[in-house]
């Protein structure tokens, strides 16, 4: 989302991504909740070897998504430098 | 707002009543999506209520014709009813020479008494006295008498009351008959056929009411045990009302089958009538976090009140049954096996322990049963691949710390001693070695249990997303057994811990 100086509008924009990426990312988040539940869970249940190794995955898991997230956007948003919304008709933009 | 006219008043009130009525509506389709979302999550959640007062079980678990373990030969009989607390003393003076089981008690005495004063972990005297506290209601089950009367206890039948016995379908009946035993504890319950194979053909003396039962003192020593008392018979002159009966019979009785109206209970034997085709098999959960903290007197406490629950949930089921007009016999371990009545009726499947393990609990269940004339829709045996799941896991046999249980890759019909009711294809343990063990460490052990990678706690998903694909992909069972390793599960917590936990994690059911 972006604002153009003096403009009272702003400028959202929505990047398509393949659908893969979107796959990717609802099993990261799949998994990401699975494992926090699990180590929750055998926190009340009170395996705490469970739950150490459990929380260690989550935590890893955790930064492996945010970190790929990082890498897949950036390399998205250099592309994105070359290309204006008029030229990229994947690129939708809304007023409002 | 005071520069507004009435009827801009009047607008701008009906603007926000809109406005206010829009909100309302998306805050409802908000909270109805929200509930409709967590429920559809509640449902993938084990142990969330189906709001039924029947146990919703999960798909996985199949429903068969005949149970997995249910291969009999010839030797199949009724077992005499001397199990190893019977035999041991015995065995052990036949094994170890005369007066080694005197010597062994003695020993165990003195021992648990220095534990105690040494404050040792999981035999304290708390620790100790949870245990005999947990135990008080089942130390007072004796089969026929009390609690686990044959006759009617207490409360009143239909004809007390002026009215017809309850009627209706088999299908209800067994619903109705279920959900009175979840209310009064059961976790599991299913309703198999009367099979007079199952049930012993002896009680023991030792199982008989004595002189230091609640009944002291109510009548003579040679003194005809009561069965029911018919209307007017009472000398009290209540309405159905039990008599007191004890008796101090000096053998073991006969356990027989008759074709008499009313169960009864004489000084030379036990009768069961003929008519009696139902039999209620209950599952009671034991206290997983007590048993976790097994072999100690700490850990005995799960399987003292996982006893003392049943003998409740059996004895206010008989009573509850009386009340609709039929015949109950309460039983707990008395009477007969109560695990291949709890494989017909689909409470669970035999295992490499020799006892039933429970798709929801796992082998940490005391099982219990209610025989009856009560018609009633009988239920299945159930697979959920524990067989095969027990032919590659071996993790109880690898826990035990007597070895007492089988390593073998498969069943057999293979018996160990006498403590063993020979006839069908099992995984027969030693319960000599079992017992033994009970001696030297002072507890009723549990670590085969506990040590179970179907006792689980009904928190995380995992393990009921394990149990389902264990279930139907048998070859998954050996990375299921490693992992189950790698996590710690069935290994020994703190007994010291339990007694400041702030956990409500414990009984399920």
Redesign the interface.
Same mark, same amino acid.
């Given at each position: 989302m972006t604002m153009t100086n003096g403009a009272d509008y702003f400028i959202i924009t929505i990047r398509r991504r393949p659908v893969w990426f979107w796959a990717l990312a609802g099993l990261w988040l799949l998994l990401e909740i699975l494992t926090l539940q699990t180590a929750l869970a055998s926190v009340q249940e009170g395996e705490a070897r469970a739950a150490t190794i459990s929380w260690i995955a989550a935590v890893v898991l955790a930064v492996v998504g945010v970190l790929a997230w990082l890498r897949l956007g950036r390399s998205q948003k250099l592309g994105e430098s070359s290309e204006r919304p008029d030229d990229n008709p994947s690129l939708v933009e809304h007023q409002g | 707002m005071a520069d507004y006219t009435a009827a801009e008043r009047t607008i701008d009130l009906e603007d926000r009543r809109k406005q206010a009525g829009r909100r309302t509506f998306l805050k409802a389709g908000g909270f109805v999506a929200a509930s409709g979302a967590l429920g559809s999550l509640g449902a993938l959640v084990p142990g969330v209520s189906t709001g039924s007062n029947q146990r919703k079980r999960a798909r996985w678990i199949k429903v068969v014709d005949r149970p997995t373990l249910g291969e009999t030969n010839a030797d199949y009989k009724r077992f005499s009813g001397f199990d190893m607390f019977a035999l041991y003393r015995p065995l052990k003076n036949e094994r170890d020479g005369a007066g080694s089981f005197e010597a062994e008690q003695a020993s165990k005495a003195k021992r648990l008494a220095e534990w105690t004063n040494e404050k040792k972990p999981g035999f304290s005297l708390p620790d100790r006295h949870l245990s005999e506290g947990a135990f008080t209601v089942m130390h007072s089950a004796k089969p026929g008498v009390g609690l686990l009367s044959w006759t009617r206890a207490s409360g009143h039948t239909p004809e007390d009351s002026g009215t017809q016995r309850y009627t209706a379908s088999p299908e209800e009946m067994a619903n109705t008959v279920k959900a009175a035993a979840r209310l009064y504890g059961a976790g599991l319950v299913g309703i198999a056929p009367m099979n007079e194979a199952y049930v012993n053909l002896q009680v023991p003396h030792r199982e008989q009411p004595h002189k230091d039962q609640p009944e002291k003192g109510a009548l003579q020593k040679d003194q005809h045990l009561t069965a029911r008392q018919h209307d007017g018979e009472h000398p009290s002159g209540e309405h159905g009302k039990e008599q007191p009966q004890t008796v101090q019979p000096p053998q073991d009785m006969n356990i027989v089958f008759e074709d008499t109206d009313v169960p009864a209970v004489t000084d030379t034997k036990f009768v069961i009538p003929r008519k009696m085709k139902w039999v209620v098999a209950i599952a009671i959960p034991m206290d997983?976090?007590l048993l /976790?903290r097994a072999p100690t007197a700490l850990g005995d406490a799960a399987s003292a009140l996982g006893y003392s629950h049943s003998a409740f949930v059996v004895s206010s089921l008989a009573v509850f049954i009386r009340g609709l007009g039929y015949e109950a016999i309460p039983s707990v371990n008395d009477t007969a096996q109560s695990i291949p009545f709890a494989i017909d009726a689909g409470i669970g499947e035999l295992s490499r322990l020799n006892k039933l393990v429970t798709p929801e609990f796992g082998p940490a269940v005391r099982l219990c049963k209610v025989f009856t004339d009560l018609p009633m829709a009988y239920d299945k045996p159930i697979n959920f691949g524990l067989v095969e799941f027990c032919k590659t896991c071996k993790k109880c046999a690898e826990a035990c710390p007597s070895r007492a249980l089988s390593f073998d890759d498969e069943p057999s019909f293979k018996t160990k001693g006498p403590w063993n009711n020979a006839g069908h294809k099992a995984w027969y343990e030693d319960s000599y070695k079992c017992y033994q063990y009970w001696q030297k460490s002072g507890s009723a052990c549990g670590v085969c249990l506990a040590s179970c990678p179907y006792t #689980?706690?009904d928190? %995380?998903?995992?393990h009921e997303a394990v149990k389902a694909t264990a279930s139907i992909a048998p070859a998954a069972d050996g990375v299921f057994r490693i992992v189950d390793n %790698? $996590?710690?599960?069935g290994?020994q917590?703190d007994p010291e811990q339990w007694w400041t #936990?702030d /956990?409500? $994690?414990g009984r399920r059911g």
């Open positions: - | 997983l976090d /976790s #689980k706690g928190q %995380a998903w995992i %790698a $996590f710690g599960y290994k917590h #936990k /956990s409500q $994690f």
